[in-house]
């Protein structure tokens, strides 16, 4: 079984300012990992994956995630935060080669002017 | 290319009543998926598609709950009776295969509110 805690509910930044969202995982199995995006009314939209390649993962808009095996986390990091980043963001996992995956409650970034 | 297409985007309805939620996946994906989102969490899969055969249906509450994909293509998500727990968003998704490393495609989500 596998399982995702996602550790802040709300993250607030200015804009300019880091960005760090914080994922843990939890997997009987070598997993693949992925950070989603949703803005308001809006479909999920993936920033990123790990499947077992590099685990410093680049994504869209300048996110980026390292996985880190021996701390079972996979946190997202972006250097400067812009406005249009405030949204609802999802880390999900799933175990490699299977489709279910398995959702964060999600973290919601704020960024204010 | 076009994305993931549901419809409709919003309905409200009185408990008890049947509705249904209609998805059209991005063309030439076999893997298409419906979860449900409830306020302030993460979807949770309702069922997966491989072509038009249900291969991971454990967590749809068969009693009240029906999914088909006929053809292979588009889907058809149905709630009868509908009960004032079922207010959520239906996400559909799709995916060109089964397997965690292919990315799955969202759509924008059906909001159901039953009152």
């Known amino acids: 079984a596998q399982s995702v805690t996602q550790l802040d509910s709300h993250v607030s930044v200015s804009e300019g300012t880091p960005v760090l969202l914080r994922c843990n995982y939890s997997?009987?199995?070598?997993?693949?990992l992925f950070w989603y995006v949703q803005h308001p009314n809006k479909g999920l939209q993936l920033l990123l994956k790990y499947t077992s390649a590099a685990t410093l993962v680049k994504g869209i808009n300048g996110f980026e995630a390292e996985f880190k095996k021996s701390e079972t986390s996979f946190h997202l990091t972006k250097p400067s935060a812009h406005m249009s980043d405030a949204a609802e963001y999802f880390c999900?996992?799933?175990?490699?080669?299977?489709?279910?995956?398995?959702f964060g409650k999600g973290t919601m970034l704020l960024v204010s002017p | 290319e076009a994305g993931v297409v549901q419809s409709p985007r919003y309905k409200i309805i009185e408990k008890k009543q049947p509705v249904a939620f209609w998805c059209n996946p991005i063309s030439g994906h076999n893997t298409l998926y419906w979860y449900r989102q409830n306020l302030g969490q993460g979807p949770e899969l309702l069922i997966r598609?491989?072509?038009?055969?249900?291969?991971?249906d454990s967590q749809l509450p068969k009693d009240r709950f029906s999914a088909e994909r006929l053809k292979g293509v588009d889907s058809t998500l149905k709630i009868q009776p509908a009960e004032l727990g079922d207010s959520a968003v239906y996400l559909c998704?799709?995916?060109?295969?089964?397997?965690?490393?292919?990315?799955?495609?969202f759509g924008p989500g059906t909001r159901l509110t039953v009152t």
């Open positions: 598609y491989e072509n038009e055969e249900a291969v991971d």
């Open positions: 997997s009987s199995y070598s997993p693949s």
């Open positions: 998704a799709s995916s060109s295969r089964g397997g965690g490393s292919y990315e799955q495609y």
């Open positions: 999900t996992c799933t175990p490699s080669g299977y489709s279910t995956l398995t």
